[in-house]
């Protein structure tokens, strides 16, 4: 168990790593529909940037899941469990509102 969260923790950064860069932008269709028509009018490098977040919490969330089975302490595995699900409802919540990556504050 310990392997599997260890390599979602190194894959989740790698995600962030590679979409913080640019090199892996077809991932942010996950977060927002239809990216290919909207990318004219979104900041792609925030919205890059915020993805890259999200995908950085996540890693350090499945690190803490490690750590918890590590040192054999459920608590600190449950308490990486909840928080990973905190993140999932953050960003949920945050890229609702898609006028948060509109270029220069446009409304539509």
Request: glycine content about 8%; proline content about 0%.
């Amino acid at each position: 168990m310990n392997l599997i969260f260890c390599l979602m923790a190194l894959a989740f950064a790698l995600m962030g790593m590679l979409i913080r860069i640019g090199k892996a932008k077809f991932l942010l269709g996950g977060f927002v529909r239809d990216i290919k028509k909207k990318e004219r009018s979104y900041d792609m490098d925030l919205l890059c940037r915020f993805v890259a977040k999200v995908l950085y919490m996540c890693a350090v969330t499945f690190a803490i899941m490690s750590l918890g089975v590590m040192m054999n302490v459920k608590m600190v595995t449950w308490a990486g469990i909840v928080l990973f699900f905190g993140v999932m409802i953050y960003s949920a919540k945050y890229t609702e509102d898609e006028s948060r990556f509109r270029k220069g504050g446009e409304t539509k």
